[in-house]
C-alpha cells in the first residue's frame, strides 16, 4: 500500500497488537522520522546490513532480540530497510516460534517494487545467495515514496532497472492509465529521480507483481516471467561477485534484459524497437557492462548451474514474444547464449 503519511498507514496495524509485543528492525543507514510514533516508541533495534550480512549469524541476532523483549506468537515485527534487511527479518520472523506476524517498510526503490511484495524470504549460505528461506508474506508493506529522496542515484537506477523488467513483461493492457507501463517507464525522467513523478508508475509496478504472485505464490508457472532479464543478470552478477567488483543487482539485471531481448528477437521475433530503447537507456544511464569476451565461458558456466536451471547444458530461460508477452521456459543452447553475451559486449 502506498502511504503518504507513515502514522496513518501504521495505526490500524498496530491497533491489532498489544504495544509490548511490537518490535522494530531497521537499517541504520537510514534516518526513521522521528514524527511516526509507531516506528519510534517501540522496542528498537538498528542493523548494519550488507549482502555478506544476509546470514544465519544476522538472523540469529534478530532472534535474540525477539526472545530479550518476550516477543510471543502474537507478537509483531516492523522491517524498516532495503531488500537485504526485508528479506532477513521476513526469514526471522518466519522461523521464529513457528512465525509471528510481520510488516515490511520497504526503503529502496528495489525493496518497494520487487524484495517487498511476493512473499519470499530469506538469506545466503555458504556463499550461495537466497539458498536458504521460505515463503512467508508480510501481512502489510507499506510503501513511503519519501525515502527515495535520500537514495543514492546507483541504488535509485538499480531498482528503476526492476521496473522496466516489470513493464517488459506487463500485460499490454494498460494499468492506472491509457498507456503502456514500459512506454511510462521509458518517459520518466531518470534525470530528476523525483520520487512524486515515479509514484504511480511505483503503484503499477506493484500491482503487476501482486497480480503475478497471487496467481503463482511458489512459481510453478506463471511467475517465472518475473525472472526475465534474471538469468543473464545473476550470471553477470555472480561473475562480478567472484572477479572481487560487484555489480549492483539492478544493473546486472538491465543487463541481462538486452541480452534476454535479443534473443527474443532472434529466437521469437519480438521486435526490435523495445531492445533499442533499452539500450540507449542503458548507454545514457548504467553504462556498459564492464565483463569481457573471455567472460563468456564462465558466465554460461554459471547459467548452466543456475538452481532454476534444471537441463544440463541447454539454459532455461524467460524470453518475450513482444512487450507484454512473456513466454517461460525457452531453453537457449549455449552456441545461443554466446551470441547474445558477444551482443551485450559489442554495444
Ligand atoms: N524477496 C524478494 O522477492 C527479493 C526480490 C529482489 C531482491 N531481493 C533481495 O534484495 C536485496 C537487495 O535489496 P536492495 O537493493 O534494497 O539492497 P540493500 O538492502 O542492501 O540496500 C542498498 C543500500 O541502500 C541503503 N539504503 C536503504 N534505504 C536507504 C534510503 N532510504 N536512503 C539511503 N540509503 C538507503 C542500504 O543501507 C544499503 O547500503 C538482495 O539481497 C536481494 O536478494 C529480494
Same mark, same amino acid.
Given at each position: 500500500?502506498?502511504?503518504?503519511?507513515?502514522?496513518?498507514?501504521? &495505526? $490500524?496495524?498496530?491497533?491489532?497488537?498489544?504495544?509490548?509485543?511490537? *518490535?522494530?528492525?531497521?537499517?541504520?543507514?537510514?534516518?526513521?522520522?522521528?514524527?511516526?510514533?509507531?516506528?519510534?516508541? @517501540?522496542?528498537?533495534?538498528?542493523? %548494519?546490513?550488507?549482502?555478506?550480512?544476509?546470514?544465519?549469524?544476522?538472523?540469529?541476532?534478530?532472534?535474540?532480540?525477539?526472545?530479550?523483549?518476550?516477543?510471543?506468537?502474537?507478537?509483531?515485527?516492523?522491517?524498516?530497510?532495503?531488500?537485504?534487511?526485508?528479506?532477513?527479518?521476513?526469514?526471522?520472523?518466519?522461523?521464529?516460534?513457528?512465525?509471528?506476524?510481520?510488516?515490511?517498510? $520497504?526503503?529502496?526503490?528495489?525493496?518497494? *517494487?520487487?524484495?517487498?511484495?511476493?512473499?519470499? #524470504?530469506?538469506?545466503? =549460505?555458504?556463499?550461495?545467495?537466497?539458498?536458504?528461506?521460505?515463503?512467508?508474506?508480510?501481512?502489510? %508493506?507499506?510503501?513511503?515514496?519519501?525515502?527515495?529522496?535520500?537514495?543514492? $542515484?546507483?541504488?535509485?537506477?538499480?531498482?528503476?532497472?526492476?521496473?522496466?523488467?516489470?513493464?517488459?513483461?506487463?500485460?499490454?493492457? $494498460?494499468?492506472?492509465?491509457?498507456?503502456?507501463?514500459?512506454?511510462?517507464?521509458?518517459?520518466?525522467?531518470?534525470? %530528476?529521480? +523525483?520520487?512524486?513523478?515515479? #509514484?504511480?508508475?511505483?503503484? +503499477?509496478?506493484?500491482?503487476?507483481?501482486?497480480?503475478?504472485?497471487?496467481? +503463482?505464490? @511458489?512459481?510453478?508457472?506463471?511467475?517465472?516471467?518475473?525472472?526475465?532479464? @534474471?538469468?543473464?543478470?545473476?550470471?553477470?552478477?555472480?561473475?562480478?561477485?567472484?572477479?572481487?567488483?560487484?555489480?549492483? @543487482?539492478?544493473?546486472? *539485471?538491465?543487463?541481462?534484459?538486452?541480452?534476454?531481448?535479443?534473443?527474443?528477437?532472434?529466437?521469437?521475433?519480438?521486435?526490435?524497437?523495445?531492445?533499442?530503447?533499452?539500450?540507449?537507456?542503458?548507454?545514457?544511464? =548504467?553504462?556498459?557492462?564492464?565483463?569481457?569476451?573471455? +567472460?563468456?565461458?564462465?558466465?554460461?558456466?554459471?547459467?548452466?548451474?543456475?538452481?532454476?536451471?534444471?537441463?544440463?547444458?541447454?539454459?532455461?530461460? #524467460?524470453?518475450?514474444?513482444? *512487450?507484454?508477452?512473456?513466454?517461460?521456459?525457452?531453453?537457449?543452447?549455449?552456441?545461443?547464449?554466446?551470441? &547474445?553475451?558477444? =551482443?551485450?559486449?559489442?554495444?
Amino acid at each position: 500500500m502506498i502511504c503518504t503519511d507513515l502514522s496513518i498507514a501504521l &495505526a $490500524p496495524i498496530l491497533a491489532r497488537y498489544d504495544k509490548d509485543q511490537v *518490535v522494530v528492525v531497521y537499517d541504520e543507514n537510514i534516518s526513521l522520522p522521528t514524527g511516526v510514533a509507531g516506528l519510534t516508541s @517501540h522496542s528498537i533495534y538498528g542493523l %548494519t546490513v550488507s549482502e555478506t550480512s544476509k546470514s544465519l549469524e544476522t538472523v540469529s541476532l534478530i532472534w535474540d532480540f525477539l526472545f530479550e523483549h518476550g516477543i510471543t506468537r502474537r507478537g509483531l515485527l516492523i522491517a524498516v530497510g532495503g531488500g537485504v534487511l526485508t528479506d532477513l527479518c521476513g526469514f526471522a520472523a518466519a522461523t521464529y516460534k513457528r512465525g509471528i506476524d510481520y510488516v515490511n517498510i $520497504p526503503t529502496t526503490l528495489l525493496s518497494m *517494487v520487487d524484495a517487498s511484495t511476493g512473499g519470499k #524470504t530469506g538469506i545466503n =549460505y555458504h556463499g550461495l545467495k537466497n539458498s536458504i528461506g521460505l515463503f512467508a508474506p508480510p501481512v502489510a %508493506t507499506l510503501i513511503w515514496p519519501s525515502w527515495l529522496k535520500t537514495l543514492p $542515484p546507483k541504488q535509485f537506477l538499480s531498482g528503476f532497472a526492476e521496473m522496466l523488467k516489470t513493464g517488459l513483461i506487463a500485460d499490454q493492457r $494498460p494499468t492506472t492509465n491509457d498507456q503502456r507501463l514500459f512506454d511510462r517507464l521509458l518517459q520518466y525522467d531518470l534525470d %530528476t529521480m +523525483d520520487s512524486d513523478a515515479l #509514484t504511480p508508475l511505483i503503484a +503499477d509496478c506493484i500491482a503487476v507483481k501482486e497480480q503475478i504472485v497471487t496467481a +503463482d505464490p @511458489h512459481e510453478e508457472g506463471i511467475r517465472k516471467t518475473l525472472n526475465f532479464g @534474471h538469468t543473464f543478470g545473476h550470471a553477470l552478477e555472480e561473475l562480478s561477485h567472484a572477479q572481487g567488483s560487484p555489480l549492483d @543487482h539492478g544493473f546486472a *539485471v538491465l543487463y541481462g534484459l538486452i541480452a534476454e531481448l535479443y534473443l527474443s528477437v532472434v529466437k521469437l521475433s519480438c521486435p526490435k524497437e523495445p531492445l533499442q530503447q533499452l539500450t540507449q537507456v542503458m548507454l545514457h544511464y =548504467y553504462g556498459k557492462p564492464q565483463c569481457k569476451c573471455s +567472460d563468456r565461458d564462465k558466465l554460461i558456466a554459471f547459467m548452466q548451474q543456475d538452481k532454476k536451471n534444471e537441463h544440463a547444458t541447454d539454459i532455461n530461460c #524467460t524470453l518475450l514474444r513482444e *512487450v507484454g508477452e512473456p513466454l517461460i521456459n525457452q531453453l537457449i543452447t549455449p552456441q545461443e547464449a554466446a551470441e &547474445a553475451l558477444d =551482443y551485450l559486449f559489442s554495444l
